[in-house]
């Protein structure tokens, strides 16, 4: 088990099944099943999955002046967070809408409200960054600050970089300069992948690059193993939604990498860990203990070893 720290956004989301994008309009649409409304947000989620695997995880983040916390621990979910250092301290929380359709495309709708203006004291978090091992951030101004404090305190720090644009390059370079391990996917990210992590490699010299690719796996850089290596998604055969699947996929790897220091089986068991969370809806749904994870792994590539 290990101790995280998690700062980033949370916020509501709502989620829309649609026949097909773009969508055609429609006066009305009045099909049963078809929106689910949760929290989320890559802070949240993470989190979230963490302690489900095990390690105790401490959420840093803000949501509105107004909102009830407890809408984050629904008395049915088996596994909480705790709520202590999500800071009531902006005007609304962040709302995201997600429209998505049977061929898995997707169309966000984010806002991020006044979060971007946000000012979190991390005065507050200082003794828990000085307790756990390691920080995983967000690339959300309000982070910022944290960058100092975990190498102040000599912690592995994780950053996921959200919706990566050339232009707004500069804007993130204390968190490309500075992350142990990096994560992005493609959603924003149109040139080619091996000579994008090469770049990256070079540039800021970070441990691990993972580079989501939806449905197609993903690439990961391990400098330690000097290798960049593709690996492709675990087929699923029941999709429900894939929302969230990437905060999954890096929570779990994050898991297993702070536990044994090994990629090759972190990333194999973040695959799964992510193909199992794919078949239900919201992107705080379907994560596993450990203890799952390990019997589903022996189940599809050990069956005799279990019988």
């Given at each position: 088990m290990?101790?995280?720290v998690?700062?980033?956004?949370?916020q509501?989301?709502t989620?829309?099944?649609v026949?097909?994008?773009p969508?055609?309009?429609?006066?009305?649409?009045g099909?049963?099943?078809?929106?689910?409304?949760?929290t989320g947000?890559?802070?949240?989620?993470?989190?979230l999955?963490?302690?489900?695997?095990?390690?105790e995880?401490?959420?840093?983040?803000?949501?509105g002046e107004?909102?009830?916390?407890?809408i984050?621990n629904?008395?049915?979910r088996e596994?909480?967070?705790?709520?202590?250092?999500?800071?009531p301290?902006?005007k609304?929380?962040?709302?995201?809408?997600?429209?998505?359709?049977?061929r898995?495309k997707?169309?966000?709708?984010?806002?991020?409200?006044?979060?971007?203006?946000?000012?979190?004291?991390?005065?507050?978090?200082?003794?828990?960054v000085a307790?756990?091992?390691?920080?995983v951030?967000?690339n959300t101004?309000f982070?910022?600050p944290?960058?100092?404090?975990?190498r102040?305190?000599?912690k592995?720090?994780?950053?996921?970089?959200?919706?990566?644009?050339?232009?707004?390059?500069?804007?993130?370079?204390?968190?490309?300069q500075?992350?142990?391990i990096?994560?992005?996917?493609?959603?924003?990210?149109d040139?080619?992948?091996?000579?994008?992590?090469?770049?990256?490699?070079?540039?800021y010299d970070?441990?691990?690059?993972?580079?989501?690719q939806?449905?197609?796996g993903?690439?990961?850089?391990?400098?330690?193993?000097?290798?960049?290596?593709?690996y492709d998604?675990?087929?699923?055969?029941h999709?429900?939604?894939t929302?969230?699947?990437?905060?999954?996929?890096f929570?779990?790897?994050?898991?297993?990498?702070?536990?044994?220091?090994?990629?090759k089986n972190?990333?194999h068991?973040?695959l799964l860990?992510a193909a199992?969370?794919?078949?239900?809806?919201?992107?705080?749904?379907?994560f596993?203990?450990e203890?799952q994870?390990?019997?589903w792994e022996?189940?599809?590539w050990?069956p005799?070893?279990?019988m």
């Amino acid at each position: 088990m290990s101790r995280f720290v998690v700062a980033g956004i949370t916020q509501l989301e709502t989620i829309v099944k649609v026949k097909e994008l773009p969508v055609r309009f429609s006066p009305y649409s009045g099909e049963p099943d078809t929106i689910y409304f949760s929290t989320g947000g890559d802070a949240f989620n993470t989190s979230l999955a963490l302690k489900w695997l095990g390690d105790e995880a401490e959420l840093v983040s803000v949501v509105g002046e107004k909102q009830d916390l407890s809408i984050f621990n629904p008395p049915d979910r088996e596994v909480n967070l705790e709520t202590d250092y999500v800071l009531p301290i902006i005007k609304e929380t962040p709302i995201e809408v997600l429209l998505y359709d049977v061929r898995r495309k997707k169309q966000h709708f984010e806002d991020l409200k006044d979060i971007r203006d946000a000012k979190y004291d991390v005065g507050i978090a200082e003794s828990l960054v000085a307790d756990c091992d390691i920080v995983v951030l967000s690339n959300t101004n309000f982070c910022r600050p944290f960058i100092s404090l975990a190498r102040e305190r000599g912690k592995k720090l994780a950053v996921k970089i959200h919706c990566f644009m050339r232009e707004k390059e500069i804007f993130n370079e204390d968190y490309l300069q500075n992350a142990d391990i990096l994560y992005f996917n493609d959603n924003t990210i149109d040139e080619e992948p091996y000579g994008f992590i090469k770049e990256m490699q070079e540039k800021y010299d970070p441990e691990i690059i993972i580079f989501g690719q939806g449905a197609q796996g993903l690439i990961i850089y391990d400098r330690q193993k000097g290798v960049t290596v593709h690996y492709d998604a675990v087929k699923s055969v029941h999709i429900v939604n894939t929302a969230g699947a990437g905060n999954a996929l890096f929570a779990c790897f994050l898991h297993y990498y702070m536990k044994d220091g090994d990629s090759k089986n972190a990333i194999h068991k973040a695959l799964l860990f992510a193909a199992n969370k794919i078949g239900y809806m919201g992107t705080s749904n379907g994560f596993m203990t450990e203890q799952q994870l390990d019997a589903w792994e022996q189940l599809i590539w050990n069956p005799r070893g279990t019988m």
